[in-house]
């Protein structure tokens, strides 16, 4: 079994500052792209930004110059870092990992997501 598990989400005012992180654990054999996404109310869930295994990026217009996405690949961990947050950034914030386990089978899997609110 595979699961990723976010954590860093909060209440935050204005442009301020946020950090992100999400692991994947189980029974993994290897980790291909990783990213985040969002959802807020209302609102289809949209790409926020991914990294590959590489670690080449790729960002939404949204969120280019405010948002980096980082990994660590001996933690099998995936980062979010958030400034200049601004009121549109509230949304639940997913990640999201292609992820081949040990019998060699791959599939993409989703966090149960973290809730951030930028207000003040």
């Known amino acids: 079994q595979v699961q990723l598990v976010e954590s860093g989400g909060g209440l935050v005012q204005p442009g301020g500052s946020l950090r992100l992180s999400c692991a994947a654990s189980g029974s993994i054999f290897s980790i291909n792209t990783m990213g985040w996404y969002r959802q807020a109310p209302g609102k289809q869930r949209e790409l926020v930004a991914t990294i590959t295994s590489g670690g080449s990026t790729n960002y939404a217009d949204a969120v280019k110059g405010r948002f980096t996405i980082s990994r660590d690949n001996a933690k099998n961990t995936v980062y979010l870092q958030m400034n200049s947050l601004k009121p549109e950034d509230t949304a639940v914030y997913y990640c999201?990992?292609?992820?081949?386990?040990?019998?060699?089978?791959?599939?993409?899997?989703w966090g149960k997501g973290t809730l951030v609110t930028v207000s003040s």
């Open positions: 999201n990992a292609d992820i081949t386990n040990r019998w060699k089978y791959a599939r993409a899997y």
